[in-house]
């Protein structure tokens, strides 16, 4: 079993930067990739970054190639989306996921879920 606690969302200006956490429960995790997807009301969720997990390896989403960075911290079971130069389109609840492809465009296919963190980027 996997646990994922995200932390970090918030309210910011266009330009600004923010740094999410997803904090990772769970003997077995390595073996998984994490991801981060958006969500807006209304909309599906949408992939934004994924890693994985052994080797650090990323991927990204054309939408925010060049702003954002995943990465992840090994001895504390940690991932970090590191997000620059933020605009208003990027305002929605993100949510972290594990699973065991490493990159996966569906939701269906990720098999644990944090809980989500509103970030609301103002104009």
């Known amino acids: 079993q996997v646990q994922l606690v995200e932390s970090g969302g918030g309210l910011v200006q266009t330009g600004a930067s923010l740094r999410l956490s997803c904090a990772a429960s769970g003997r077995t995790f390595s073996r998984y990739a994490m991801a981060w997807f958006r969500q807006v009301p209304g909309k599906e969720r949408e992939l934004v970054a994924a890693?994985?997990?052994?080797?650090?390896?990323?991927y990204y989403t054309n939408t925010v190639k060049g702003r954002f960075t995943i990465s992840r911290d090994n001895a504390t079971n940690t991932g970090y989306l590191q997000m620059s130069s933020l605009e208003p389109e990027d305002t929605a609840v993100y949510y972290c996921?594990?699973?065991?492809?490493?990159?996966?465009?569906?939701?269906?296919?990720?098999?644990?879920w944090g809980q989500g963190t509103q970030v609301t980027v103002s104009s």
């Open positions: 890693i994985r997990w052994t080797t650090g390896t990323p």
């Open positions: 996921a594990a699973g065991s492809r490493f990159v996966s465009l569906f939701p269906r296919e990720y098999d644990y």
